[in-house]
């Protein structure tokens, strides 16, 4: 007889540790926290007119405008960056020692924070002077030509991650294991993807927990999985994570999500340009500069562009999670096996410390995935190729 749920497989939905509850609980905190600082910094930049004060000091020293606008970015994210060390040691290397989730030495947090700050500096150096150069020549369409320009970069910054700035971090190659690849390769042949290399990345030097990801575009984009997720020895669940990847790659997804996110860089840059303009109209006494070409106003822009896409992150999360709903059924489609794709999930909440069940605001404010519940549900009950 039929029965009108189809089981397709019985994996429970973990209750959350009460390890992983506090480790969520920490997590929220240290999220508000640094959002609170993202504001926090650049708005005492401005209040204190220190920010003014450094656009003086950069003119004296670098007498090019191109010179010292690099030179005011520089100092300005050292300075940031500085501030910040204590903070980002503590969420990003105490906490995770403390929950036994990291594999990081000192040495390898600290090399990596540097990377980081200088890929910042050369970053701003090398772009942020198109923004101010259209800010001076169209005071009324700036916007409209900043976004083109801020989604040209990303174009540019996703094309190259993969190539020049991922390999920074973390060593990345072609997949170690042979044996092991030949059955993901036979899996992609399945999805219609052929003749791709899957790449393996050292993340095991950073820590415990394993994933996988699609990455770049214009033909940089790959499938990489972390060798802390090909070392486990769930090979079945190692199959459906390059079928729910596949997914991704298959589906377009960084495309898509591409177009998303220009559509709301456009609404960011105009929102920015009416607040900007306004602030500046009212309070230019107060911040000590008098046109928003001056370099004085990047932690007003730092302000505004935050702000905004802070109100955005929403929008962002809900496309992200109906891209993973997607890619979860991608992954079943192909390889039919509920059970090792339940159990992955369930396994999450206990070695990765996962909460399986969120509350609302997180999901609202944080979650780019479905809860592991909402996952293992999932799995438990789509299966059409059974009826
Ligand atoms: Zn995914």
Redesign the pocket.
Known sequence: MQTAFQKCAEVAVPKATSIAMEYYHLDNLLWIFSLVLSFVIPLLFLTTKFSPYLERITKKIGKYWFISLGLYLVLFILINQLVLLPFDFYASYTVDHHYGTSNQTLAKWFKDYGITTLLLMGGAVLFIWIFYLLLQKSPKRWWFYSSLAAIGITFFITFISPLWIDPLFNKIGPMKNKALEKELLALAEKAGVHNKTIYEIEKSEDTKKSN???TGLFGSERIVIWDTAISSDEKKGLEFTMG??L??YVLN?NWWFMLYFSIITFAVFYLTYRSSTSILKKFHRKLGFNHLYNIASFPLFLILINFFTLLASPIFNDISRE??RD??RFGLDLTKDNQAAAELFANFAIKDLNNPNPGPVYTFWRAS?PSLKERIEFCNTYCPWKK
């Open positions: 996988a990801y699609v729910h990847e997914g991704h997804h891209m993973e890619a979860d995935h």
